[in-house]
């Protein structure tokens, strides 16, 4: 399925949700099967993949999940739509230095390697009004501060407001990545702009021939590649199904099939086929040599301490191009 060169890394997935136990809307389906989702990352050549934590609790369950395997990481923080459980604990300041341990405990661990899931998310106000958003994202660039972490950014609709907040808080700011971006040209020169901050791609990503005219104009250099599973699958009524290569056998969730992908369900070695269409739609021949790239991006942001030897093997293989 992949080449014996090629290495992955998947910065985002949410192996905290109940589908990965088997559950769909409430309903039970199949065994829970994370192992076996990950027996089939490995043998596709992912590296790596960042468990991402979007409100406290669950970034407990994502730091208990990545303790389960070397090769597992995560992140720790409050999503924007989620923003509310600051107030809704009762006790604002109390809640921040909770997340600000486990951030610290996880490092520790080497375990924790950003802060977040967190940003804006204007599509979704019904969960959480922008005032709210705004104020609680601004107080994560504290934790990311005290903890010398880079961050985990989401932004939805919202490049103005986000851009701002990050120009006013970059002393606090040393890099990261403003993952699933589906934003417009502007969107994507704007957070660009921003000198450590790098695009995050995916099914989402690559649904109309506008958002792979975007991603197409995404320096290599500034991108990195998820799935965001079990969400943002490509699908076949996708612009970038085209350039997919790599398949998996799959089955409905109702006929379930440790052999075979869950249908609708996304997971980590489909990252593979978002490398795919990245490489396509730039025109790049040698997938290996973007997978690189992509592969030294991912690591200096999320594993410095692994650069040296990832930026050696870079140099020998020959320089990338747009």
Not at 104 to 122: I, M, P, R, S, T
Not at 277 to 303: E, M, P, W
Request: charged fraction near 25%; include cysteine.
């Amino acid at each position: 399925m992949t080449s014996s060169s090629m290495k992955m890394i998947d910065i985002a997935v949410n192996f905290t949700d109940g589908m990965f136990r088997g559950m769909y809307n409430g309903k039970h389906y199949h065994v829970a099967d994370i192992s076996t989702v990950l027996s089939r990352a490995w043998n596709a050549g992912v590296n790596r993949i960042i468990v991402t934590g979007g409100s406290l609790e669950e970034s407990k369950e994502a730091l208990a999940i990545a303790e389960t395997d070397a090769r597992l990481f995560c992140t720790v923080g409050v999503h924007p739509t989620r923003c509310n459980e600051f107030d809704d604990s009762g006790d604002a300041e109390k809640h921040f230095e909770a997340l600000l341990s486990l951030a610290k405990e996880g490092v520790e661990k080497g375990k924790v390697v950003a802060v977040g899931e967190c940003g804006l998310d204007y599509d979704r106000l019904h969960f959480c009004p922008p005032e709210i958003q705004k104020k609680y994202f601004e107080k994560q660039f504290q934790l990311a501060y005290a903890t010398k972490l880079p961050m985990f950014l989401h932004m939805r609709a919202a490049a103005e407001d986000f851009c701002g907040i990050l120009e006013q808080n970059k002393h606090n700011f040393c890099s990261g990545v403003a993952h699933s971006f589906t934003g417009s040209a502007e969107d994507r020169d704007q957070l660009l702009s921003f000198d450590n901050l790098f695009l995050g791609v995916n099914g989402c990503s690559l649904k109309t021939t506008e958002n792979l005219n975007v991603v197409k104009a995404i320096p290599l250099e500034r991108m990195m590649i998820e799935t965001d599973s079990p969400y943002c699958e490509i699908k076949n009524t996708h612009a970038g199904i085209n350039f997919v290569k790599s398949l998996w056998p799959s089955k409905k969730k109702e006929k379930y099939d440790p052999e075979c992908v869950v249908k609708g369900r996304n997971e980590p070695c489909l990252v593979r086929q978002v490398l795919e269409v990245v490489a396509g739609v730039k025109g790049f021949s040698d997938i290996d040599q973007v997978s690189k790239t992509l592969y030294h991006n991912t690591c200096r942001v999320f594993f410095p301490q692994d650069l040296d030897s990832v930026t050696d093997a870079l140099l020998a293989s020959g320089p990338s191009s747009d």
